[in-house]
């Protein structure tokens, strides 16, 4: 008797179940007994560790080690830059604060003054016609002060003339 193999499936195994032939007939064939079926197969895992299997693992928690770490540290800075921004936030606002107060104190001082303007320039018209009275009543004295500067030249000269005049001697005078 000859057996061949025929490949079936069964739970996801693939097995070989012989089947028979008759000894006259080589077309016809014959199911397979109980006598002729293999045991059931069952699935058995087996453990093998190598020195590459350890190192792949150990490289596995290495990585993940690091990647908890910088997530861990990540977090951790952006906590402190959040501070960070923060404290940076109200330093601007103060100086923001400050800015603006200056500003309106400086615009109120230049409403202040724009205000007063036309009250400065009535004074300041006024002060400029008290100059200009000045100014010309200056220029009367100059020109009185000239004349009366003048008017001394000549005295001066008039006695400087008498004086030698009088140094002279007479005729019929004494020596």
């Known amino acids: 008797m000859v057996a061949i193999a025929r490949r079936t499936a069964t739970n996801s ?3 070989f179940q012989p089947h028979r032939l008759l000894p006259d ?3 016809t064939m014959l199911p397979p007994t109980a006598d ?3 045991p059931p197969r069952t699935m058995r895992v087996t453990w093998e560790l190598t020195l590459s299997s350890i190192l792949q693992g150990v490289q596995v928690v290495a990585l993940l080690c690091a990647l908890v770490y910088w997530f861990v540290v990540n977090a951790q800075r952006g906590s402190e830059n959040e501070r960070r921004l923060t404290d940076l936030q109200t330093n601007v606002s103060q100086q923001m604060g400050d800015v603006r107060q200056t500003l309106a104190v400086g615009l109120n001082d230049m409403r202040q003054q724009l205000n007063s303007l036309p009250d400065t320039r009535a004074r300041l018209d006024q002060s400029e016609r008290r100059f200009a009275d000045l100014d010309a009543r200056h220029a009367g004295f100059d020109a009185r002060i000239t004349a009366l500067e003048h008017d001394l030249i000549q005295l001066r000269s ?3 003339a008498i004086t030698r005049a009088s140094n002279v001697p007479l005729p019929g005078g004494r020596h």
Request: aromatic share 0%.
């Open 36 to 38: 002729d079926i293999p």
């Open 13 to 15: 195994c693939q097995s």
């Open 25 to 27: 007939d080589g077309a």
């Open 158 to 160: 008039d006695i400087a």
